[in-house]
């Protein structure tokens, strides 16, 4: 009879490889170090600037544009240290290397690596991510780990976007269709990202474009740091007429009592059969500034890690499906459940 084999609880979390925990908010206790915590922490690393990844820290590191937007959406921090570092400088935290790499989500998105320095292991943390290309943001540029933390908001096969083209010309037809008719196009997309790429779609198409002030306020940050988006005037209800307006998405019931319009959304959730219905909108399109099914699968092998946690939306699904691929993978938020938010920003 076999001695000593009792009941033993091997939490699959423990590994070789970096620890990281998800309470409140991810973290790696032997560095001291949060990941995009929500509420205020000693010392963070933030991926980038929706709000749902940002909170007042005691000193937080971020790519340049990242503190730019934060700085543009949530004002100059009081006594909070925001630090720049460019994409691929490496900063030591006690034990740790740490190094940002391009996430494709929105302008200066970063995922994050950590290098163990006592036995070199290492780390990569999405935070939000696309792998398409994008007008307006730089290009996600992923790197080897042994454990990978990623965000699954498009967690199962069902969600794989059209070609970005085929999008873009179902949205210039939605919106000289709509002027046709003597109304104004109204797209909706939240103002930090989604909101620019949106422009940068409208650029050349020969129509005037009018654009919330939380958007005209980011816009300004994306020119700063050199992206060509076409002019845009503030929106203006009464003089809209004519033109195709861009704005967030809870502002389209306000905006549509006052001039006659049509609205159309770009989201990822369009490719859900309810989506009209569920946002109360004539139209949605599938845009999104994350990854679909295929690229998270697509990371995974350019990352080749050990060991996969997920951390957003179909987390325990995308999990799954990776075990059954015979990759070791594990929820890291249990029960998370899909969440749309239209407005993170
Ligand atoms: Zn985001």
Redesign the pocket.
């Known amino acids: 009879m076999m001695q000593g084999v009792g009941l033993m609880v091997i939490d699959p979390r423990m590994n070789a490889g970096i620890d990281v925990r998800h309470a409140r908010g991810l973290q790696i206790p032997e560095a001291g170090i949060w990941l995009d915590p929500p509420r205020p922490k000693p010392w963070a690393l933030v991926s ?1 600037a ?1 709000s749902d ?1 940002f909170a007042r820290h005691d000193y937080t590191i971020c790519s340049s544009p990242t503190m730019a937007l934060i700085h543009a959406r949530y004002g100059e921090p009081k006594n909070g240290e925001l630090q720049p570092v460019e994409f691929g400088q490496s900063v030591k935290k006690d034990n740790f290397s740490i190094r940002l790499h391009p996430a494709g ?2 302008l200066g998105s970063a995922m994050i690596h950590l290098t163990r320095h006592a036995d070199g292991a290492t780390l990569l943390y999405t935070g ?1 991510f696309k792998l398409r290309d994008s007008l307006t943001c730089e290009r996600a540029e992923p790197v080897r780990a042994d454990t990978l933390v990623m965000e699954t908001t498009f967690g199962l096969p069902r969600f794989r976007f059209p070609p970005r083209d085929e999008v873009i010309a179902d949205v210039h037809r939605f919106i000289f269709e709509t002027l046709n008719a003597g109304k104004v196009p109204v797209l909706l997309g939240y103002s930090l990202g989604k909101a620019q790429e949106i422009l940068a779609m409208l650029d050349g198409i020969g129509v005037p474009i009018m654009a919330h002030e939380s958007i005209v306020k980011m816009s300004a940050v994306f020119r700063q740091f050199g992206r060509v988006l076409p002019m845009h005037d503030l929106l203006d209800p009464e003089r809209a007429a004519g033109h195709v307006v861009v704005a967030p998405p809870q502002t389209a019931k306000a905006l549509c009592a006052k001039m006659p319009c049509r609205t159309a959304l770009l989201s990822g959730w369009a490719l859900e059969k309810s989506a009209k219905y569920r946002y109360g909108v004539d139209e949605a399109f599938p845009l999104s500034d994350h990854a679909d099914h295929d690229e998270l699968l697509q990371l995974i092998e350019q990352v080749r890690p050990r060991v996969v946690y997920t951390v957003h939306g179909y987390t325990t699904e995308f999990a799954a499906d990776l075990r059954r691929r015979v990759i070791e993978a594990w929820s890291l938020v249990d029960n998370d459940q899909l969440e749309l938010q239209l407005e ?1 920003a």
């Open positions: 980038h929706h990844h989500h929105i939000d993170r």
